[in-house]
């Protein structure tokens, strides 16, 4: 492994790490809903049917994202051709988005009421 290679390593695994705490804090909360958008307030206790089990479902996302960007490094430097690596790094970064997108509206549908 190159230097390039372990810098990238480096940053990779602190960016996942972040997605991972961001997961594993919603998890923990228990007494107010976590938002899922930066930019769109969290929805109200009254709001939601089950609180604990919104929280759950939301921080598993943001884990499972964390667990992709670490992934996508792994298999990318793998790869034996260049334009695969490059592939499978971005991938694991850009690749989980529509579905953690998905998984938020889902989880909106099921919990969430006016």
Request: charged share 20%.
């Amino acid at each position: 492994m190159n230097a390039e290679m372990i810098m990238a390593l480096v940053i990779i695994s602190f960016v996942a790490g972040i997605m991972i705490i961001i997961g594993i804090a919603q998890t923990a909360k228990k007494d107010e809903p976590v938002g899922f958008y930066n930019v769109i307030a969290p929805p109200k206790k009254e709001e939601i049917s089950d609180v604990i089990q919104w929280n759950k479902k939301h921080g598993m996302i943001w884990i499972a994202y964390g667990l992709c960007i670490e992934l996508g490094f792994w298999v990318g430097y793998a790869m034996s051709i260049e334009v695969l690596e490059m592939v499978f790094m971005t991938g694991g970064v850009i690749i989980p988005l529509p579905f953690m997108i998905l998984r938020h509206h889902t989880l909106e549908k099921e919990y969430k009421h006016s």
